[in-house]
């Protein structure tokens, strides 16, 4: 994933290269901060309503006011991708809580935030490799309990999905008293008996927007699906097993520690579906 020059940083478009910020950012001292990605198809942000509206609630949620207006993120967003209609783009958004003049761990009562944004391209190739299905394995989840927050505290997820990286799998599926929740970085589904099950929205996952997208979808598509948790016999008697993300989509998990799941292929409610998200994405490209 390359990152492209221009980017955004407080009010400023400038190069990747001249953008500054202190050393004193609560960001950069305590990850007190939030953020966002956002796909980009053909220059157009994707859904980015949504996006802006679960920024709000993250900055909410970590006593932060909202820092722009919707119609003043739509411009800042849409003229970084401007430049980049060529390729599919994700857009990184952040914002923290500033600087101060001093490590303190009080939160100021004034404070001006640092808002960044930059564009990284998204290579269709790793759409191709997803496709083929991936391998996944389970870890506990060692995370906070507020990860409906996306907050940009990853230590977590991080140590979690190297994990997954040091066994050859793509992904951690994380299990938090005996269910599943989500993975290290994107949202939980299985297909049982044609029935499609993801876990309810709770303190312990990220309110995924492609996951929203997802139940949209199955109910276009007749498809019977339903917001239940998930227990750790049910993951592993499971049809097929899908994860999703803004910038990954929908992958199907093939192998969950090192035991196939289903028939050991992407399975046919995934193609389905996986065709329906593709339709939906080009409609956005060339809307009809
Ligand atoms: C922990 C976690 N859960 C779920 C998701 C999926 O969210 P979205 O579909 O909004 O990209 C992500 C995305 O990065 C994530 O980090």
């Known amino acids: 994933m390359s990152t492209e020059s221009e980017v955004y940083l407080n009010g400023q478009f400038l190069p990747l290269a001249d953008a500054r910020i202190s050393v004193l950012d ?18 157009k942000l ?11 609630n993250s900055l909410n ?3 932060m006011q909202a820092v722009m207006t919707d119609q003043e993120w739509a411009n ?7 430049s980049h209609t060529q390729s599919d783009q994700s857009v990184y958004v952040q914002v923290t809580r500033g600087s101060g003049n001093n490590r303190d761990h009080q939160l100021p009562v004034d404070y001006t935030p640092t808002i960044f944004a930059m564009c990284q391209t998204l290579p269709s190739s790793s759409l191709d490799f997803i496709a083929k299905g991936i391998k996944a394995i389970t870890l506990d989840d060692i995370r906070w309990d507020w990860c409906h927050i996306k907050s940009i505290a990853l230590l977590g997820n991080i140590l979690l999905k190297q994990q997954a ?4 799998c793509t992904e951690a599926i994380l299990l938090r008293d005996g269910f599943a929740t989500e993975g290290s970085a994107s949202n939980l589904f299985i297909v049982k008996n044609k029935q499609l099950i993801t876990p309810p929205k709770s303190h312990h996952l990220l309110p995924g927007i492609t996951r929203d997208l997802v ?13 239940a948790e998930i227990s750790e016999k049910q993951l592993f008697d499971a049809d097929e097993i899908w994860l999703t993300s803004s ?10 520690n090192r035991q196939a799941v289903g028939s050991g292929q992407p399975g046919p409610l995934w193609q389905q579906m996986s065709a329906c998200y593709s339709d939906f994405k080009n409609q956005l490209r060339h809307p009809s």
């Not at 800042?76 to 401007?82: A, F, G, I, N, S």
């Not at 990286?165 to 050859?168: F, L, M």
């Open 26 to 43: 609560r960001g950069f001292l305590f990850a007190d901060g939030v953020y966002e990605v956002i796909p980009a198809y053909g220059g």
């Open 46 to 56: 994707f859904r980015l309503q949504q996006h802006i509206d679960r920024l709000n």
């Open 61 to 63: 949620a970590i006593r």
């Open 76 to 82: 800042v967003l849409t003229k970084l991708t401007q």
């Open 165 to 168: 990286s040091d066994q050859h």
């Open 215 to 227: 139940l949209e979808l199955s109910l276009k598509e007749g498809i019977q699906c339903a917001e």
């Open 247 to 256: 910038t990954k989509e929908i992958m199907p998990v093939i192998e969950l």
